[in-house]
């Protein structure tokens, strides 16, 4: 899909030799998850995510024609805040190279990509979501003016959509307003394996959703996702968990209609709690929750008893917790944190956001 037949060097317009464009891409928490893949890039079960919003990534592509292109490869340079970074470099021009048959003009130019995040190094936040989408963005615009194509907005967003999954799953989703879903699945109409879509009509309770991160541990993943992901192949529980998403697909996307916060949350729970159990009794087995990590479910759990406050955790593959509520309830929540939670947390750290309307163009850096 999305494959350039018709592509031929002609078409580069050769009265714009170089041009540049910026876009900021936010990144997604995931309230079923996606956990466990195929092929390329294909996830096992659908899953849905909340858009954030204060989380992101602002990445600038700036391309030159070369003057004569005798390789094949692409000619790349990574800039991450204000410095050249040969790790990620050397990552990216695998990916791109990847994508030449998508972007075969790619290899006419001379690029540079300069990026920087909006977190903090070290929050343990994981930043391929709001990076490979801010790339995946940028890359699509620079085809529409190399080649001068004409593209739907609906168009665009798939194609940036598939591409930010070839680069990281999860990213796929960070392209869309809100709540968007990934995974083919029979209650989203238009839903893909390939591409992320948006979910229309999402309650008013859930459309400005907080997302409070609280900084167990700001050290790098102890898991990287695609081995996690590969965990899941040949798991003991594999059939159970996936059928379970799909059914969970079905609670959340009811709650997220009727603004039912009960089912919201169970499910919300259920699903941060399995991703931790699979791991748990994958070969071979990670614990990737911290003591603190779990003391602060258990006083979550009792804040919520007590108060009857709709304030939910979930987790990504490691031990930070995002807890989730309505706006209306930020004073009570934040005084709960400030009172309880701050011992536990790493350098006292939380990072306060809330569900976004998705990528939008930016400044050059
Ligand atoms: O996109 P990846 O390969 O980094 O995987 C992300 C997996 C989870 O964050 C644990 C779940 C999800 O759906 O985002």
């Not at 037949?5 to 996606?34: F, H, T």
């Not at 805040?81 to 003009?105: A, C």
């Not at 706006?327 to 005084?335: A, C, D, L, P, T």
Request: with cysteine; proline share 4%; glycine share 6%.
């Amino acid at each position: 899909m999305f494959t350039n037949l018709n592509y031929n060097k002609e078409m580069l317009s050769s009265d714009k030799r170089s041009g540049s464009i910026s876009w900021q891409s936010p990144s997604n928490i995931a309230i079923v998850k996606y956990w466990g893949k195929h092929g390329l890039q294909l996830p096992c079960n659908p899953s849905v995510s909340f858009t954030l919003s204060n989380a992101f990534t602002k990445t600038t592509l700036e391309w030159t024609l070369k003057n004569k292109n005798i390789t094949d490869e692409v000619s790349f340079e990574f800039w991450f805040e204000g410095r050249r970074n040969e790790l990620f470099e050397k990552k990216q021009v695998k990916f791109l190279n990847s994508i030449s048959n998508i972007f075969p003009f790619l290899v006419e130019y001379n690029l540079k990509v300069s990026s920087e995040n909006s977190f903090p190094h070290s929050a343990g936040i994981a930043s391929s979501a709001s990076s490979m989408s801010a790339l995946a963005l940028c890359l699509c615009s620079m085809e529409k003016e190399v080649l001068g194509t004409n593209i739907s907005k609906r168009d665009f967003d798939e194609k940036s959509s598939y591409i930010s999954r070839l680069g990281s799953g999860s990213a796929c989703r960070s392209v869309f307003s809100r709540v968007a879903s990934w995974g083919k699945c029979e209650q989203i109409n238009g839903s893909s394996d390939l591409f992320a879509t948006e979910i229309p009509n999402i309650h008013e309770k859930f459309l400005n959703f907080q997302d409070t991160i609280l900084i167990v541990s700001g050290k790098e993943k102890e898991v990287s996702s695609s081995v996690g992901h590969g965990l899941m192949t040949g798991h003991p529980f594999a059939t159970q968990r996936f059928a379970q998403a799909k059914y969970n697909i079905e609670k959340i996307i009811e709650s997220l209609k009727t603004g039912d916060l009960n089912v919201f949350g169970e499910v919300l729970e259920e699903e941060a709690l399995t991703l931790h159990s699979m791991m748990m009794t994958s070969r071979p087995s990670f614990i990737l929750l911290k003591p603190e990590s779990l003391e602060i479910i258990s006083k979550v759990k009792k804040f919520r008893e007590e108060s009857s406050i709709p304030l939910y955790f979930t987790l990504d593959a490691g031990p930070n917790i995002h807890l989730l509520y309505p706006k209306e309830y930020v004073k009570e929540v934040i005084s709960f944190i400030n009172e309880e939670i701050l011992e536990h947390l790493d350098s006292k750290r939380y990072i306060q956001d809330e569900v976004g309307l998705g990528p939008s163009l930016a400044q050059l850096l």
